[in-house]
């Protein structure tokens, strides 16, 4: 479980240094003068509200980067004062930007003092996020419809776009390690009066160190799933193949494409092929990243629209897309930052409707929201691999794929409302086009889109 212990000393501690060469047992004990605009201890409480922290961790992000020590420190002492780790959903969210920039400091040395700082309080800048059992996962997925709202509207679409098949193989590029697959399991059960058979086939590399970790191999959850499928008088074939995001699952692609022509020819028209994508195609490196970073990329495609159309050469029978509605592509951190912070304000704010102080469910769910903001902040090049999108810029990589939008039906839509009425009154969801988006007090989170090929 994550500690979150505030990562700076308090400010007789961090005085900054009058010179380079100045060593921490010379450091003058006076309080730092001031920039204009910021605040002696006694104004403190003025710089609590989300507008104020924000634009003290957009000035100690320039600070940082222009290497301006004097100033990082002193805007960091302001935010270790204002942002305690225990403190308001803001407090809470400020707390974790803070921690993420003092580990770009660590991690980049372009401060060199706020490096030695940082090394003091080094067991406070790991993350450690929880090893999830099954039982622990399904519940922690439940929790919130940040899951839920993909996993339920991705299944009505499955449900209707395999109707009529023998044959349903399901390939599950999922961050929640098949959560999602019992349920569908379950529905297609009850609605097939012979059941289909069902083959699932997972990238075992595909979430390699992305929470949330799960405490048991592919083949363990393989066989758990084969079990469950077979108490529902199903018969499911799970296949694992070692296929990562880092080189846009090459190896899957290949896999498909083998499997493709061997069945296309032997079981014609009777089996139906479903890519379901749920918040896992956003770490496959986009354009932002150099072309010296990965291979086999052309200088107007990135390795995510190269994924998309060899998932088009397979002639899928539904592709459902499920992820974040957000931008965090920027090159440019404080553009970043400024997004992380207007999006990754939504699950701190949620947390404090279902989840209490001190719990162990919340401490897990918080650690996981910081390792998203410290692979955002701290982190540059293929190590930073959270790079969501927004729905605009993936509906157009659809369509440039020669996919065409699915509209979700009543029956979806129905099931997606009911599922939202079991949680706070904040989630709610909208219609955009052929998708639907999941809103927290009016805020786009999540979106769901279904898609066939052209």
């Known amino acids: 479980m994550m500690q979150f212990t505030p990562p700076l000393p308090h400010l007789h501690q961090i005085t900054p240094f009058p010179n380079p060469t100045m060593n921490k047992n010379q450091i003058p004990r006076t309080r730092p003068s001031w920039p204009t605009g910021f605040p002696t201890s006694k104004a403190l409480s003025s710089f609590g509200d989300a507008n104020c922290m924000e634009q003290l961790l957009v000035h100690c992000a320039n600070a940082i980067e222009s290497n301006d020590v004097t100033l990082a420190q002193q805007i960091l002492w302001v935010l270790n004062n204002i942002a305690p780790q225990d403190g308001d959903s ?20 372009t401060c060199k003092m706020l490096v030695a700082v940082a090394a003091d309080t080094h067991n406070n800048l790991t993350i450690d996020t929880h090893k999830f059992s099954l039982i622990e996962l399904a519940n922690f997925v439940d929790l919130t419809p940040f899951h839920r709202f993909g996993f339920t509207a991705a299944n009505a679409t499955i449900l209707e776009a395999t ?19 019992p349920t569908l399991i379950d529905a ?59 080189d846009g699952f090459a190896a899957l692609i290949e896999h498909l494409r083998v499997q493709h022509l061997v069945y296309a020819a032997e079981h014609p028209q009777t089996e139906a092929l479903v890519i379901n994508c749920h918040m896992m195609l956003h770490y496959i490196p986009d354009e932002t990243l150099s072309s010296n970073y990965y291979v086999s990329v052309t200088s107007t495609s990135s390795l995510r629209s190269l994924f998309l159309k060899a998932l088009r050469s397979l002639d899928p029978t539904v592709v459902v897309l499920v992820d974040e509605d957000a931008d965090l592509t920027s090159n440019n951190l404080v553009s970043r930052l400024r997004s992380a912070f207007n999006y990754l304000w939504i699950p701190y704010d949620t947390v404090d409707t279902f989840l209490p102080r001190g719990s162990e469910q919340r401490q897990w769910y918080e650690a996981h929201i910081s390792w998203k903001i410290e692979n955002v902040i701290a982190h540059e090049g293929l190590q930073r691999v959270e790079r969501v999108e927004p729905k605009s810029r993936w509906e157009q990589r659809m369509r440039n794929a020669n996919f065409n939008g699915i509209p979700f039906s009543e029956d979806s839509v129905a099931e997606v409302k009911a599922m939202l009425d079991e949680h706070a009154a904040g989630w709610g969801f909208k219609k955009e086009d052929e998708h639907i988006v999941l809103t927290w007090k009016g805020h786009n989170v999540v979106f769901a889109s279904a898609w066939f090929s052209a």
């Open 188 to 246: 297609i059960a009850s609605r097939h009066d012979v059941p289909p058979l069902i083959k699932l086939t997972v990238a075992s590399a595909s979430s390699r160190d992305i929470p949330p970790n799960l405490n048991l191999s592919y083949d363990e959850l393989g066989a758990k799933l084969v079990s469950f499928a077979r108490s529902r008088n199903m018969i499911m074939e799970f296949r694992v193949v070692s296929s990562s995001y880092e």
């Open 163 to 181: 109707e009529g098949f023998s044959i349903i193989h399901i390939v599950d590029l999922s961050l929640t390690h098949c959560m999602q697959i």
């Open 90 to 109: 803001n407090q809470r969210l400020a707390c974790s930007f803070l921690r993420a920039l003092t580990a770009r400091a660590a991690k980049t040395g």
